[in-house]
């Protein structure tokens, strides 16, 4: 089974590297000159002034502001599942890998925010295929 989510995991890894790879935004200069330019949101981006959330709630917002480039902090949960980690200052855990998928699932970031967890991962490449 740890086989198994580790493709998947690389898959995941893969596809996006691939999405970035053809990604580009254009941008008028001062002096009208186009440049093309990627912006990827690190960790999901920032929210209420918090950042590093790697926040499923993050990807919707931004998503509806046009943003299609999501970077994600990927790990194992102690029993092998997908979850999104960075910087824990914002939930009162110290080492998410060290607790199992289902407990992962029931985090809840200071500000309400979930957590990125596989499936929602899954779900979400599915539903925006654009992402």
Not at 54 to 68: D, I, P, S, V
Not at 90 to 98: A, K, R, T, V, Y
């Amino acid at each position: 089974m740890k086989i198994l989510n580790k493709i998947m995991l690389f898959l995941i890894l893969f596809i996006s590297a691939c999405s970035i790879c053809g990604c580009s935004m254009k941008n008028i200069t001062s002096s009208d000159e186009e440049k093309e330019f990627i912006v990827i949101l690190h960790a999901g981006g920032g929210y209420d002034e918090l950042t590093y959330l790697n926040a499923q709630e993050t990807l919707e917002y931004y998503y509806k502001m046009g943003y299609r480039f999501f970077e994600y902090d990927l790990k194992l949960s102690l029993d092998g599942k997908i979850i999104a980690t960075h910087n824990w200052e914002h939930i009162d855990i110290s080492d998410p890998s060290n607790i199992t998928y289902e407990e992962f699932k029931k985090i809840r970031l200071d500000n309400g925010f979930t957590p990125v967890n596989e499936e929602w991962l899954i779900e979400t490449i599915i539903k925006y295929p654009d992402v």
